[in-house]
């Protein structure tokens, strides 16, 4: 498989927000589990993966992550650096945040755990999305899919895959609650508001050559 993004245009910016982006969605998610109240669907799998084997959150978001972008060969997907990165550092990220956050809080501080980390997975997508070095894994297989099945929209194939997934994690223990449901229909907003932010310009040399486009971040 070819790597894909091109860092000759404005590297020093878009390797920051890169990795700036990936911290924070890892933040993000150990804010979300200490929480307590619910995870995205992924995230519940991560949860419920974890409590079956004893393995970390963190490292079964890696496991997970390797696994999804081996199933990119067969897709003919095409991963960037950012691709590869998303796979270790997020989950990197989220162990050391939890060790660091206290456990078994009054549900006030895990409300405001809950919230300050979906909005903080809202601009951590924007970050990533800005710096324009591939999509997450995960994402590609939903757009692999969905190029594989003429027809069949991404919107529909992420649907099923991610109904799948939730359902997954949650027999295997995740945590699903509020935060399921308050991800799911705060998320796109936030992503919407945050991408424009930290989106880096196009190079004004090559208006006419289109960027990559990096529709979600995992």
């Known amino acids: 498989m070819a790597v894909i993004g091109n860092l000759r245009h404005r590297p020093a910016r878009r390797l ?3 990795y700036a982006g990936l911290v924070l969605y890892g933040v993000s998610m150990a804010l979300m589990i200490r929480s307590g109240l619910g995870l995205n669907p992924w995230d519940v ?3 419920g993966l974890s409590r079956q084997t004893g393995i970390s959150v963190g490292t079964a978001s890696i496991l997970v ?3 999804v972008l081996l199933l ?3 897709l003919r997907q095409r991963p960037g650096l ?3 990165s998303n796979v270790v550092v997020i989950g990197l ?4 945040t939890v060790a660091l956050l206290p456990a078994d809080l009054p549900l006030p501080a895990r409300v405001g755990l809950l919230v300050t980390g979906i909005v903080a997975n809202g601009v951590a997508t924007g970050l990533y999305l800005g710096a324009d070095l ?3 894994p995960r994402d590609g297989l939903m757009t692999g899919f969905a190029a594989r099945r003429p027809g069949r929209s991404v919107r529909l194939v992420r649907t099923v895959i991610e109904v799948v997934v939730l359902a997954l994690g949650w027999l295997l223990g995740g945590t699903v609650g509020l935060g399921t449901v308050g991800y799911a229909l705060a998320i796109g907003p936030l992503a919407q508001f945050f991408a424009p932010i930290f989106a880096v310009p196009a190079p004004t040399s090559s208006p006419d050559v289109p ?3 990096v529709p979600e971040l995992r």
């Not at 990220?93 to 050391?96: G, M, Q, T």
């Open 16 to 18: 920051t927000q890169l």
């Open 45 to 47: 799998f991560h949860q």
């Open 65 to 67: 992550g390797a696994v």
């Open 72 to 74: 990119w060969i067969p």
């Open 82 to 84: 950012g691709t590869v």
């Open 93 to 96: 990220a989220v162990d050391a």
């Open 134 to 136: 591939g999509p997450g």
């Open 211 to 213: 960027r990559e486009t």
